[in-house]
């Protein structure tokens, strides 16, 4: 049996980009162009009608842009948006970026005419984030004073390695105040269960945070407005470095960097090769370089293949991450399709470092958290709203 083509909806003032994205779409049986529209208030009128399951929308846009549009669309019709911008000015990047923060869930560079030679990589890449985008899950916040912003309470789960045979904390849930989900693809089926345990306090001994020196962050679709949640909460005055692995789009890197840097409390830069993490810095690896460490604790480019996909790659970090800080590592593994960084974080596992895996129910997509955990690799399985009130709890308060 057939299954239905993926109902898209382009939102694209530029006649040019959407004969473009006609062809590029039209290519593949998969995914059916449902309706076009020029600005965000005709894309508004058109979302009822059509019933689209993915927005491909433009960043600068008449009467009505890209950011207005996104937030219109998270509160009347909540569905997943791709961000498509042909912009690296800072100024635009940083509107991208805004955008992922008002719920779209990924960015796209938009194809231009002149750059058509290399069609077949772009197509692949815009119909692959499309699929995903199809069966992520999508989170809305009623409009309300950010003070009064409700925001999810999962107690965590821990898992201890496997040779105590005991859990340490029971997995309490409650309802989440606004979240519509949509059906995430079949092959990525929930990790089975944890069992429940018996006390409702943070664990203490599950894994030592008194030595951890260094914190790796791995994440893909949704990652973004993961990492946005975690590294805002961090103070000036954070005690380690943090190396953050990201899958984007090429040429969105450095709008990233700055984005998180214009909302963090903390410097956020491209780790400069040769040069040593230093303490309360959060750091990226370049487009297109794996990062390492050498013998001294120096970051390292490779340019070696992509693994598990991708380069840079999470599981390439994670590894070198744990052949150099051992127990005082902590790896923590965010929202993603596939597994890059789940066998890194097994890796970490083993040397003795302390591993947090994001929970499903927080998870735009729950693929390498997912694979993490099916590896018994995460310790702590937490939603995204909890990993940093851990942080600051075990790497500030009670080194105190």
Not at 103 to 125: C, L, S, T, Y
Not at 136 to 149: E, Q
Not at 339 to 355: P, W, Y
Request: proline share 10%; aromatic share 6%; hydrophobic share 40%.
């Amino acid at each position: 049996m057939n299954k239905k083509p993926i109902r898209v909806l382009l939102v694209e003032d530029s006649p040019v980009a959407l004969m473009i994205f006609k062809r590029l779409l039209g290519s593949t049986p998969e995914i059916e162009i449902v309706g076009t529209a020029k600005t965000g208030i005709e894309g508004l009128e058109l979302i009822p009608q059509v019933h689209p399951q993915v927005i491909c929308t433009d960043l600068n846009m008449p009467k009505m842009d890209g950011l207005e549009f996104t937030k219109e669309v998270m509160a009347k019709f909540p569905c997943p948006i791709l961000v498509v911008s042909s912009s690296v000015q800072a100024e635009d990047t940083l509107t991208v970026f805004n955008l992922l923060k008002a719920g779209a869930v990924d960015v796209f560079p938009k194809p231009r005419q002149g750059v058509m030679g290399n069609f077949d990589a772009i197509r692949h890449e815009l119909i692959s984030k499309i699929k995903v985008l199809a069966g992520v899950t999508v989170f809305t916040l009623h409009r309300r004073g950010a003070a009064n912003r409700e925001t999810q309470r999962v107690s965590p789960r821990v898992v201890p390695p496997k040779n105590t045979g005991k859990i340490l904390i029971p997995e309490q849930k409650r309802v989440d105040p606004v979240v519509q989900t949509v059906k995430i693809p079949a092959s990525y089926s929930p990790a089975p269960p944890v069992p429940a345990a018996l006390s409702p306090n943070l664990p203490t001994g599950a894994g030592s945070f008194q030595g951890v020196k260094i914190v790796a962050i791995g994440a893909s679709t949704g990652g973004p407005q993961a990492l946005h949640t975690i590294l805002c909460q961090l103070p000036p005055k954070f005690p380690v470095p943090v190396i953050c692995v990201q899958h984007i789009s090429e040429g969105f890197l450095k709008g990233l960097v700055d984005w998180l840097g214009s909302e963090c409390q903390l410097p956020v830069k491209i780790a400069p090769a040769g040069e040593r993490p230093e303490p309360g810095i959060i750091y990226f690896p370049p487009e297109q370089k794996h990062l390492e460490f050498d013998s001294q604790g120096r970051f390292l480019y490779s340019s070696m293949g992509p693994v598990s996909g991708h380069r840079p790659s999470v599981t390439v970090t994670f590894n070198a991450v744990a052949k150099f800080y051992r127990r005082a590592a902590l790896g923590i593994l965010l929202t993603g399709m596939g597994r890059d960084g789940a066998d890194g974080m097994l890796e970490l596992f083993k040397q003795g470092g302390i591993t947090i895996a994001q929970n499903e129910s927080s998870c735009v997509v729950f693929g390498m958290p997912r694979e993490a955990i099916a590896l018994s690799a995460a310790q702590y399985i937490l939603p995204i709203s909890e990993i940093a009130p851990l942080l600051l709890k075990r790497l500030m308060s009670d080194r105190h």
